[in-house]
């Protein structure tokens, strides 16, 4: 059974920073790109960033660059979202997710093939 654990979210005033962590069993983690997505409210589920199997290449959303930070270790099965100088526009459900294909485009969210739960980001003013 794949199971994708998001953890690490909470509230946080603008400005500050937080690191989300995605824990990953029960598929071969170093075989898939990882992602984060968000939700926010109204709103469709977005890309935020994802890395490559071997960490080599990461994408952003331009609105997260030079903020955001993924990052991945295969060793324990886990992605991580680093989040800094937030802003209230972060605010949103964030969701690990793995893509087992090979494309070069791994922004769409219809790419991958497993998802977390999401997990609530408030970002206060």
């Known amino acids: 059974q794949v199971q994708l654990v998001e953890s690490g979210g909470g509230l946080v005033q603008a400005g500050g920073s937080l690191r989300l962590s995605c824990a990953v069993s029960?598929?071969?983690?170093?075989?898939?790109?990882m992602g984060w997505f968000r939700q926010g409210p109204g709103n469709e589920r977005e890309f935020v960033a994802c890395?490559?199997?071997?960490?080599?290449?990461?994408a952003y959303a331009d609105s997260v660059k030079g903020r955001f930070t993924i990052s991945r270790d295969n060793a324990k099965n886990t992605v991580y979202l680093q989040m800094n100088n937030l802003k209230p526009g972060d605010t949103a459900v964030y969701y690990c997710?793995?893509?087992?294909?090979?494309?070069?485009?791994?922004?769409?969210?219809?790419?991958?093939?497993?998802w977390g739960q999401g997990i609530q980001v408030t970002v206060s003013s």
């Open positions: 997710a793995a893509q087992s294909s090979t494309v070069a485009d791994s922004t769409p969210r219809s790419n991958y093939n497993y």
């Open positions: 029960g598929l071969t983690f170093n075989a898939y790109v």
């Open positions: 890395i490559s199997r071997r960490a080599g290449n990461t």
